[in-house]
């Protein structure tokens, strides 16, 4: 069985800041554009995203600290929980005992029944929550949903998703009763950060660093897309900030053009010491910078 906080290295009184953060940390060096080809670090970091996917949300975590991993399944239903552990303390003394019971707990949930009930009924839906990966939420994918029964159903992620967004899947909710119909899935969508892009509507967004040289003299770089790296063009006398755009390696939406990707360039100064014919040319190349300013 799976501990939630030990899989994101927290402990069980971290702060929601802490548990972000450990997240995100995890989520850098873990992901699959980090660390590609490694399947190790490929399921350790769905553990990641689906321990956060809980821990992260105020209310999930309480239901986990309270009921464990059973809170976390789909269809998990809180309020009957609680009144079969009532029911099972002995907490007796008719209905009018068990708590949460005038809250819509159904009690042919609890009880098995369904008969005498009214005829032909409709199953319950079932509400349940995934967390993808960025890239199947831009360009599409699939993610497999294991329910407490064994059963087993695969979710198409539509592209272009985002978080909060909800996926209904007609007949695949509680079964019906009396010969109703059952009940649909109600699948709602979380998207784990991505370590490098950003998305703003259909559109991505990645920061690029540039050598000095390449700034002033321009050259072909690599700029990393959903699809792995393409070599770009970087103009003469390219200034820190400009933005290069590839048109249609944004997020894919059905009936909607591809949004593009915007590569953010920056000037990166090389780390550790400069030898003094280096440290000569940046001189002149200021000496020049002075002349233009006058």
Known sequence: ???????????????????????????????????????????????VSQAYETLGDEEKRKLYDEFGEASTRPG????????RQAWGRGMGGGFGGMPGMGGGVDLSDLFGGGRGFGGPRKGRDIHAEITT???????????????????????????????????????QGGPGREGGPAGDLRVTIVVAPHPV????????HVDVPITVGEAVFGGKIQVPTLD?????????????????????????RKGKPPGNLYAHLFIHIPEGELDEDALQAVRVLEGAYGESAG
Request: hydrophobic share 30%; charged share 40%; no cysteine.
């Open 228 to 252: 792995g790296k393409l070599k770009v063009t970087v103009p003469e006398r390219t200034q820190s900030q400009k933005k290069l755009r590839l048109k249609g390696k944004g997020v894919h």
């Open 133 to 171: 990966d960025f890239r199947s939420a831009a360009l599409g994918g699939e993610r497999d949903l294991t329910f407490q029964d064994g059963r087993r159903i695969t979710v198409r992620i539509p592209a272009g998703v985002e978080t909060g967004n909800t996926l209904r899947m007609r007949g």
């Open 1 to 47: 069985m799976s501990d939630l906080y030990r899989d994101l290295g927290v402990s069980k009184t971290a702060s929601q800041p802490e548990i972000k953060k450990a997240y995100r940390k995890l989520a850098r060096e873990l992901h699959p554009d980090a660390k590609p080809d490694d399947a190790e670090a490929e399921e350790r970091f769905k553990r």
């Open 197 to 204: 892009f950003r998305r703003e509507g259909l559109d991505l």
């Open 76 to 83: 998990f239903n809180h309020e009957a929980a609680r009144a």
